[in-house]
T-cell receptor
Framework: TQLLEQSPQFLSIQEGENLTVYCNSS?????LQWYRQEPGEGPVLLVT?????EVKKLKRLTFQFGDARKDSSLHITAAQPGDTGLYLC???????????FGKGTKLSVKP | EAGVAQSPRYKIIEKRQSVAFWCNPI?????LYWYQQILGQGPKLLIQ????????DSQLPKDRFSAERLKGVDSTLKIQPAKLEDSAVYLC??????????????FGPGTRLTVT
């Protein structure tokens, strides 16, 4: 069974701080996606990483896929209150590319 | 482009009652997914449709859950009878089918079910 472990589970920081969220597995994934989910809404895709070692930047967010395609990280620079939400990583596995989600990291950025 | 639509947004029922959720995917998306998201956890896939055929329902509790996607567009998910542990947000997602590594999924807002 493929599992994704996210850490930390909760994170509360002040505006302007930097943070990193981790997503780890013992399984290899063909790709890995990061989503952000706000209360009362469905997850919204932020990025997909496919190649081992790949780094993608989305404004203040930097995503990295591990060389072995078993882990990923999300780094946020100078966090803002608008970054508050649940961050989910999801790995694509199986013949149908079905997504397996981690439990998420709940981020709170205080002004 | 309209997103994935779901209704109702909220539902409260008593245990042993039945409930149904509706999903309308993005136009042209052949693949439709139903997920269950229990509070504090990530979404768990219940069933995947490709057009109107079931691709994966290995995690669907078939003794009480059923789903259909008639005509390969809208879909309904039913629970009968409901149990307390079914309290969760039920998310519908859709995607175009790619030939590559991954399928970008677009999620609806979800239906929050509370079973009392």
């Amino acid at each position: 069974t493929q599992l994704l472990e996210q850490s930390p589970q909760f994170l509360s920081i002040q505006e302007g701080e930097n943070l990193t969220v981790y997503c780890n597995s013992s399984s290899v994934f063909s790709s890995l996606q990061w989503y952000r989910q706000e209360p009362g809404e469905g997850p919204v895709l932020l990025v997909t990483v496919v190649t081992g070692g790949e780094v993608k930047k989305l404004k203040r967010l930097t995503f990295q896929f591990g060389d072995a395609r078993k882990d990923s990280s999300l780094h946020i620079t100078a966090a803002q209150p608008g970054d508050t939400g649940l961050y989910l990583c999801a790995g694509a596995g199986g013949s149908q590319g079905n997504l397996i989600f981690g439990k998420g990291t709940k981020l709170s950025v205080k002004p | 482009e309209a997103g994935v639509a779901q209704s109702p947004r909220y539902k409260i029922i008593e245990k042993r009652q039945s409930v149904a959720f509706w999903c309308n995917p993005i136009s042209g998306h052949a693949t439709l997914y139903w997920y269950q998201q229990i509070l504090g956890q990530g979404p768990k896939l219940l069933i995947q449709f490709q057009n109107n055929g079931v691709v994966d329902d290995s995690q669907l509790p078939k003794d009480r859950f059923s789903a259909e996607r008639l005509k390969g567009v809208d879909s309904t998910l039913k629970i009968q009878p409901a149990k307390l542990e079914d309290s969760a947000v039920y998310l519908c997602a859709s995607s175009l089918v790619f030939g590559g590594h991954y399928y970008e999924q677009y999620f609806g807002p979800g239906t929050r079910l509370t079973v009392t």
